[in-house]
């Protein structure tokens, strides 16, 4: 385990140094298995505050489809999913008919089992960064953990390769400043990007975000905020106006 760094000038650069040296520790990729299937996966519920704008099938299980709301939906003639002019994708239910059901299933259990493996990685390479506090700071790859919360009140950097890996160990909320971004560079890719939630997490009104977020319980996306990534939470999610694109 490395020593946790402190926000400051002094941790910025040390980071920076990091990652333009090429990457130093390497994490495994959480599989996300059927889970992977969907841009927002619930267990309890999807709204949205029209008009947001989802690229992904989203679902909900074993809630039914009455708790998909606010996206105005069309069942298709054999009621195995909807349409939604809010999804470029399909929308499903535990309510729907066969093969549905047991599919949704099989990816509730296989978000359940990522977040598990997530939540459950020893070692990280960092301990508590910047007491959570991440904003103005630049992530190489690696496993990251906190016994707290974590906040975004600046601009967040994750540099690094196609191939890297970062996963996050949150054991509280994660909580992202309105207007800020996360930027990705050196070809980093939303896709091998796990935040792992222990509590809520929240992405404020016009900010962007990176990565899969693994939340233990809800996630909400305020207004005109957007999300490269997938929404994948055990309790509701909740759109205000937002974009969600799976990557």
């Not at 994490?27 to 298995?33: D, F, I, K, M």
């Not at 939340?215 to 106006?241: E, P």
Request: glycine share 12%.
């Amino acid at each position: 385990m490395h020593t946790p760094f402190k926000k400051s000038a002094l941790s910025v650069a040390l980071l920076c140094a990091i990652t333009l040296s090429g990457s130093v520790w390497a994490a495994e990729s959480v599989l996300l298995g059927a889970a992977g299937n969907y841009a927002i996966l619930s267990k309890t519920g999807i709204s949205t505050v029209p008009q947001s704008a989802v690229t992904g099938n989203i679902a909900v299980s074993p809630a039914a489809s009455t708790y998909v709301t606010g996206f105005a939906l069309t069942a298709d003639p054999t009621n195995v999913f909807s349409r939604s002019t809010q999804v470029v994708g399909k929308v499903y239910a535990a309510s729907y008919a066969a093969p549905t059901p047991s599919n949704l299933t099989t990816a509730v259990l296989d978000m359940q089992t990522a977040y598990v493996d997530a939540a459950g990685r020893p070692t990280p390479d960092f301990l508590n960064l910047g007491s959570g506090a991440l904003g103005g700071l630049t992530l190489v790859p690696g496993l990251y953990k906190w016994g707290s919360g974590i906040t975004m009140t600046d601009n967040v950097t994750l540099s690094g390769g196609s191939r890297d890996v970062w996963v996050f160990q949150i054991s509280g909320n994660l909580i992202m400043s309105g207007a800020k971004r996360i930027n990705l560079s050196g070809g980093a890719q939303a896709k091998n990007i796990f935040w792992q939630v222990a509590g809520q997490t929240t992405i404020g009104a016009g900010a962007h975000f990176e990565g899969v977020v693994l939340s233990k319980t809800g996630i909400t996306m305020m207004t005109g905020a957007s999300m490269n990534g997938r929404a994948l939470a055990q309790t509701a999610v909740v759109l205000q106006s937002a974009t969600v694109t799976q990557p």
